[in-house]
Each structure stands twice: as C-alpha cells, then as structure tokens.
C-alpha cells in the first residue's frame, strides 16, 4: 500500500494541478486509499464470515448436534470472524485498536460477573443440547421438578406437568444434580402394593395376583409379570405386583393394575386387612362405687 501512495503522490505532482491545492490533496490521498482497503478488508471478512457460519452449521448438522445449539454455535462462529474483521479494517484505516479491545474486555468481565447466574445456566444448556441427556417429549425428573420436556433453550427448560402446569428451570438446577429420564427406555416398570390377611394360603394368592397381573390391559406383553412376597406388616402380609408398560400407557397401566388386583381378591374371598380403631369404654364412677 506504501508503494501505491508513493506512485499517487508522484502522479499527483507530475499533475497539472495547482501547487497551493496538492498539499491538501496528498494529505487527503493516503486516508482515502487506507479507508478503501479497510471496506475491501471488512468486505472480504463478511464473506468468509458468512462461509465459516454455512461451514459450522453443515459440520454441526451432520453430526446430528442439537438445532438450537447448531444454530448458536455457528453464529458465535460468524460473529467472532465479523469481529476479527473490524479490528483489522479500523488498524488499516490508522485507528488503534489496544484501548478500545481494553475498554471491551473490561466491560465484558463486569458483565460476566453481573450475569454469572446466567452464563452458568448459557454452559448449563450447552452441554445439555450436545450430551442430551433427555429430549423434547421425554419425561424426566431434575431441578427439583417432574414434568414432561416441553421446550429445551440455551437458559432454561420448559416442563409441562401431570397438573398442566408449567415450570420453567433454569439449565445449572438440572445439571447440578440428578436427572432421572423415565421414557429413555422403550417401556417402565410397573408397580403395586397390597397386603393380604395373615391366615391366607400365600401360594394361592401369589397365584391369584399373578394371573391378575397378567389380565391388566396394555401392558407389555412380552414381558412377564412378578409377584413378590415383600415383607410382613402390623396386620398384613404384603405382595408387590409388577409388570411393564410403554411410557405413554404408563398412568392407564398403573389403573388398571390395580383394579385388576382389587377385583381378583375379591372375587376369590381373599381378605385385603385395613386398619380398625377399637374404643373401650371405661367404667363412670357410680358404676365403679357400686361395684
């Protein structure tokens, strides 16, 4: 570019123009030229930006990456080379840019400690969307809440509810702990207690609770139900019956289990104990004097 000025300059002396007018030219010259190579260099960048952005998201899809983190991480990547582009257009054109990188990597550093609860819900959400330890439609527990995934954003998760309500977690809450994804798996164990009168023959009611397992409607067939004796209660012995469900008839299952349970012990004459208050009433006084 130095070659360029000089060859202007020279060009410009050899010119028929006035000698009081060329000094303000030669001063005008340079500026102009730096500033055309500034828009030729912000001109480039903005193309290669656009590039490394197509780039990212092609590589980011391909490799089956979360959209909203796809889209997110290629435009991080084309703001980041739009940024480089501005630095180098404003050093061509003669403006230095040390101060000004100092003033913004001071004003970043307050804001990132101003908004630290949220860059770690942003890291939060970045590894969910690349790890996805669950997904839109999955019902999971975290955060200290159980819902349905009804939304997954770079800050926070939506979750709907059995109640239909919803409730908004933020990203570090659910990655900070536990998370338990009850439709990960292609079907759920399901599960009932009940208990049995002491006296009662218990190879009969294993049997009777058995084939009331298997009558429960949409389980999964090609699984076997369980019956277990699980322990010894105040006034009971208890059986835990179990068979399995697909996610989504999980609820239906569990009715009809229960119903089906209820139903066969009854229609058996097997006793099912509750527990019952007896009151004893303690003799008056005149009652007691007399006696």
């Keep these: 570019m130095e070659a360029l000025i000089v060859t202007v300059k020279e060009a410009i002396a050899a010119s028929p123009i006035p000698e009081a007018v060329q000094p303000y030219i030669l001063l005008v010259v340079p500026l102009l030229i730096k500033i055309a190579y500034g828009l030729l260099i912000l001109w480039v960048g903005k193309h290669i930006a656009e590039w490394v952005e197509t780039l990212c998201r092609k590589l980011l899809e391909k490799a089956k990456v979360d959209q909203s983190l796809t889209l997110f991480l290629s435009s991080l990547a084309r703001y980041t080379v739009m940024a480089a582009a501005i630095i180098a257009t404003l050093e061509q054109i003669g403006i230095k840019t040390t101060g000004l990188v100092a003033v913004f990597a001071s004003a970043g550093l307050a804001v990132g400690l101003a908004l630290q609860g949220s860059l770690s819900n942003f890291a939060a959400g970045t590894m969910i969307l690349g790890f996805r330890p669950f997904r839109v439609g999955d019902i999971i527990s975290a955060g200290g809440s159980s819902g349905k995934v009804e939304q997954i954003g770079i800050l926070t998760t939506q979750l709907l509810t059995l109640q239909n309500e919803v409730i908004i977690v933020p990203n570090s809450s659910i990655t900070g702990g536990a998370i ?58 208890d059986f835990n019956v179990r068979v399995f469900a697909e996610p989504q008839n999980y609820w239906a299952v569990m009715h009809d289990l229960r119903k089906q349970v209820y139903k066969a012990l009854n229609e058996e004459g097997i006793e099912i104990p509750f527990n019952q208050l007896v009151i004893h009433k303690a003799p008056d006084e005149e009652a007691a004097t007399s006696s």
């Design 180 to 237: 338990e994804n009850y439709t990960a798996k292609s079907f759920r164990r399901v599960s009932t207690d009940i208990g049995v009168a002491y006296g009662e023959d218990l190879d009969r009611c294993e049997e009777v609770l058995r084939k009331a397992a298997a009558r429960t409607k949409n389980r999964v067939e090609s699984q076997e139900p369980d019956v277990f004796l699980s322990g010894f209660g105040a006034s009971s012995v």
